[in-house]
């Protein structure tokens, strides 16, 4: 072998031990302190913007007995008094709702109330500017903060009632966003009260 390609391979291993020693470990979560990128946390941005969207969407409510069901569209800031006339309960008990028969309705439409502890839809976050897309990286945010909201909900308007069958017959009062298909009215709540 020739001296120059031993003096070469030699060069290499060196530089290659040399920045082996010099690399500086970076523990999992301080990324952001080296990068200035950090890591989206849903969780926290929805519980800091909670109180301002659950503001929001009870002054933009309207009485859901006014309103013409074709008009509902995603995240329709609605207000509903009326008297549950089912509790429904689906995938082992994951996927609650209450049907409620507005008062001063007289429609055909069906009133629901999501319940939890999973939620269909985004219409929570849908209802409110608080934030909106351009405020978030890409969809994956945006879509993460509205599984945020609606864990905050959970957490803070539907899991303290502990609703079972009980319900049933009890009049409620409903503040929420709401979506319609057909006839079928979806509502989500951001506040609660049974008499």
Do not use: H
């Not at 929570?124 to 890409?138: E, L, S």
């Amino acid at each position: 072998m020739k001296k120059s390609k031993i003096v070469l391979i030699v060069c290499i291993v060196v530089l290659v031990a040399f920045l082996a020693l010099s690399a500086k470990v970076i523990d999992k979560g301080t990324e952001g302190e080296y990068t200035g990128v950090v890591a989206f946390d849903a969780g926290a941005s929805s519980s800091d913007d909670w109180g301002s969207v659950v503001s929001e969407i009870t002054e933009k409510a309207q009485d859901i007995a006014g309103l013409d069901i074709a008009a509902i569209g995603p995240g329709t800031a609605v207000a509903l008094k009326g008297t549950v006339s089912e509790y429904v309960s689906k995938a082992n008990g994951k996927k609650n709702s209450i049907t409620v028969a507005p008062e001063g309705y007289e429609g055909d439409a069906v009133f629901s109330v999501q319940l939890g502890s999973i939620y269909s839809g985004t219409d929570v976050r849908d209802a409110q500017t608080v934030k909106g897309f351009a405020d978030f990286t890409n969809q994956t945010e945006w879509s993460q903060y509205a599984k945020a909201l609606n864990s905050q909900l959970d957490e803070l308007v539907v899991a303290p009632l502990a609703i079972d069958e009980s319900i049933q017959g009890k009049t409620v009062s409903v503040i929420g966003a709401a979506s319609a298909s057909g006839n079928e009215v979806m509502i989500t709540p951001v506040s609660i009260t049974i008499e």
